[in-house]
């Protein structure tokens, strides 16, 4: 236990929290990834492939936490692991937001044309990642972290008149 306390700057058991749930979270996206790659495999093909598609995903994620660990003003390890959880529950919830909404003005794919209902699925989607990043971020104590990284996102594709920098 020391030595994940070390590697990840953890000071306070509570800040465990963070690595449990990110195991949780590959383990759980990696079983899922198993069941798609394989239609209702027997259960000890789903075992071997979400080990080592568990394998797979955790070597990939320590390596962007290396390159990303430079470009990421946080204080400590620990909280790379918190921003990675905001990201992916993130990404998530705004698919489960924006797809109803869409359905709910009676935007689908039988009445347009499938370009504009791309297009106008993207547009919500990416509207409401915005909005939830930032709220994740705050839930998850990280909201200037978030803020920031919205804030250049903006400025990137253009928005330059709700943002100054």
Same mark, same amino acid.
């Given at each position: 236990?020391?030595? !994940? &306390?070390?590697?990840?700057?953890? &000071?306070?058991?509570? @800040? ?6 990110? $195991?949780i979270?590959?383990?759980? *996206? ?9 239609? @209702?495999?027997? =259960?000890?093909?789903?075992? $071997?492939?979400?080990?080592?598609? *568990? #394998? ?5 994620t320590?390596?962007?936490?290396? &390159? ?5 003003d ?9 921003v ?9 919830? *705004?698919?489960? !937001?924006?797809?109803?909404? $869409?359905?709910? /003005? ?15 699925? /993207? ?7 915005? /909005?939830? =990043? $930032? *709220? #994740?971020?705050?839930?998850?104590g @990280? ?7 919205? &804030?250049?996102?903006?400025?990137r !594709? ?8």
């Amino acid at each position: 236990m020391k030595k !994940i &306390k070390d590697r990840w700057e953890i &000071k306070y058991n509570w @800040q465990l929290i963070f690595p449990l749930l990110g $195991i949780i979270g590959l383990f759980y *996206s990696s079983y899922k990834l198993s069941l798609v790659i394989i239609k @209702q495999p027997p =259960l000890y093909v789903t075992i $071997i492939l979400t080990l080592i598609l *568990s #394998y797979i995903l955790l070597k990939f994620t320590l390596f962007l936490f290396k &390159k990303l660990e430079k470009r990421w003003d946080l204080d400590y390890k620990w909280e790379m692991i918190r921003v990675f959880l905001v990201f992916a529950i993130t990404g998530t919830s *705004s698919l489960y !937001i924006g797809k109803p909404l $869409i359905e709910f /003005i009676g935007v689908n794919k039988e009445n347009l044309n499938p370009f504009f209902y791309w297009l106008i699925f /993207i547009f919500v989607t990416l509207v409401f990642y915005q /909005i939830l =990043l $930032i *709220s #994740y971020g705050w839930l998850f104590g @990280q909201f200037s972290f978030f803020w920031n990284f919205v &804030k250049n996102f903006m400025l990137r !594709i253009g928005f330059s008149v709700f943002f100054k920098k």
